[in-house]
């Protein structure tokens, strides 16, 4: 009896347990129009299609409006910030701010405003627009994020923006329907190569309710893949052949331009 006891009592316990926590009513299908992009010679920039549709249970109402952000980032890398002044007639550095492990690539798209998605609090917690991502910096013996209003983090951000590499597009996400969208993801010529995460988050009501993620790949093919193959895995002997081009161009260029 007592055996037969414990074992209802766990069932019962279990039973609790699955009806307090909350069904999952809604459920994310994504994907991108290409999973690898190809960087050639004549590469000046692509866009692909982020495309998908929310999924609802029986129990979720027909008429619940959703918001959604889409957050592409890419390869990660260290990154310094430097501050230059003139002095004495000529511009020079001052001073300069390490970023640790940052997205060489990053963009935030959404259908409205983050503040029209979500609280202040909200959009902190899941990093919704470029003044909540995290980019952490090193700060004396210190790592941290700092301020978004921080001069080396406003700086960089805004560098990495006029080279098209980090943006954030308040409508740049279409709902087709109620559950279906689609949204672009710009890659500019000079974007880096890499891995590139997208997390794609799905709100009602100013609350995260679903997401999911997927990725693509951005890799070199041809003449500058084995370049950088090459001055990856053997670069002793690509210092070689460079060392070789660059004296060779210079004993064409005397032949080539010398007064007799």
């Known amino acids: 009896m007592t055996l037969r006891l414990i074992l209802m009592l766990g069932w019962l316990a279990l039973g609790l347990a699955l009806a307090a926590s909350p069904a999952r009513a809604e459920r994310l299908i994504v994907s991108v129009s290409n999973h690898r992009v190809t960087v050639t010679p004549n590469y000046s920039g692509e866009e692909l299609v982020l495309f998908g549709s929310v999924e609802k249970d029986a129990n979720t109402s027909a008429n619940r409006t959703y918001d959604l952000v889409v957050t592409v980032a890419g390869p990660r890398a260290d990154m310094v910030t430097r501050r230059k002044e ?13 970023f640790l492990g940052v997205p060489t690539y990053l963009a935030l798209f959404s259908n409205r405003p983050f503040d029209a998605i979500a609280s202040p609090e909200v959009q902190r917690r899941q990093q919704l627009g470029l003044n909540n991502v995290l980019l952490t910096q090193r700060v004396g013996p210190d790592y941290a994020d700092v301020v978004p209003d921080d001069a080396f983090r406003s700086a960089f951000v ?8 980090y943006r954030e597009e308040t409508s740049a996400v279409t709902f087709l329907t109620p559950t279906l969208f689609r949204t672009g993801i710009p890659l500019p ?3 880096p190569i890499g891995l590139y995460n997208v997390e794609i988050k799905l709100f009602a009501d ?3 309710v679903a997401k999911t993620d997927t990725a693509f790949e951005i890799v070199k093919v041809g003449f500058e893949q084995f370049v950088a193959t090459t001055a990856q895995q053997h670069g002793f002997v690509y210092g070689l052949i460079t060392a070789f081009m660059a004296l060779m161009t210079g004993w064409m260029a005397s032949i080539v331009f010398r007064k007799d």
């Open 86 to 98: 003139r002095r004495f007639g000529i511009w020079i550095n001052t001073d300069s701010r390490q």
């Open 206 to 208: 100013g609350a995260l």
């Open 158 to 165: 805004r560098l990495r923006k006029q080279h098209g590499l």
């Open 189 to 191: 010529a000079e974007v």
